[in-house]
């Protein structure tokens, strides 16, 4: 399992009864997690000072309860800051364990000592297009929500890459992925953070399982002579590291060579040392 281990001001404190404890830098949050089937004995003091707790409703959704949270603060991964604030069905506005994916590629971009594009697609708040950017990287961030793509650069500037060669595109994914292979555009590594289910922009429903193969089909040809890297991630539940491989390798590494692997994506629980999964990512990397 590939752990997200180097974070000062996030931690998973807890995790029991079908819900995890988290610190986000001051405040402490409860968010349902179903990966969190054990009902073990509390042990973290911080179950009784809450500042914000997300209650599952049985008919599906849910809706916070605060107890003294701002609506908006902010933490930090190394060099880089994100704005935070709880909005609909428990999110934040950041997955921690996608760190561990941020270190790797970031990696891969200081070590080609040359100039490298990357292609974010699905791109959320931005937490991959900053950690690209600041290793040296040109990003196209994607992302069909107007509201990601803002938060996306208001977490940029908050990280001081507000000046970085960064295109921010409000966008259906798979449209933008064909019109770029029509226009003969290329990158050198290529992030890729699908939803399990998603309607686009007319109502096409989207289905992680039905449809990620065609897309990574079309998205492997975006992929430049000396591409570098491909990451994939899922949330899917039932969707194994091992697909991610199988997919990766007939879509990418039968045509360009290089080395696939995957693995489950985990954040770990201070109280006990136990590893909480956190779905899982697929590297394809050249060398």
């Keep these: 399992m590939w752990i997200a281990d180097q974070w000062k001001e996030y931690e998973v404190l807890d995790a029991s009864g079908g819900e995890k404890l988290e610190r986000w830098g001051r405040y402490i949050l409860l968010r349902p997690d179903p990966q969190v089937i054990w009902h073990t004995p509390r042990k973290a003091a911080e179950w009784n000072s809450l500042n914000g707790h997300y209650h599952r409703s049985a008919k599906g959704g849910g809706e916070w309860e605060f107890f003294d949270l701002p609506q908006e ?26 760190a561990v994916n941020w270190d790797w590629f970031s990696q891969i971009i200081r070590n080609a000592k040359r100039p490298v594009k990357v292609l974010n697609l699905f791109a959320y708040t931005g937490g991959a297009t900053l950690a690209a950017a600041a290793a040296g990287a040109s990003v196209t961030h994607v992302d069909a929500s107007k509201g990601m793509v803002a938060w996306a650069k208001e977490n940029a500037a908050a990280s001081s890459l507000a000046d970085r060669p960064v295109r921010y595109l409000v966008d259906d994914c ?102 909480l999964p956190c779905g899982a990512s697929g590297r394809w990397v050249r060398n």
């Design 174 to 275: 798979v449209k933008f992925v064909e019109r770029e292979i029509r226009r003969g555009n290329t990158y050198d590594g290529i992030i890729m953070d699908p939803p399990s289910y998603g309607r686009g922009p007319k109502g096409e429903i989207w289905k992680m399982e039905e449809n990620i193969y065609s897309l990574l089909c079309q998205t492997s040809r975006l992929l430049g002579p000396d591409a570098l890297f491909f990451l994939i991630n899922s949330y899917t539940t039932g969707l194994q590291s091992s697909v991610l491989t199988y997919l990766l390798h007939s879509t990418i590494a039968e045509k360009h060579g290089g080395r696939v692997i995957s693995s489950e994506i985990g954040l770990p629980v201070s109280c006990n040392g136990q590893i």
């Design 73 to 98: 603060w902010t933490i930090h991964y190394k060099t880089l800051t994100f704005r935070l604030k709880p909005f609909s069905f428990k999110h934040t506005g950041l997955f921690p364990e996608q």
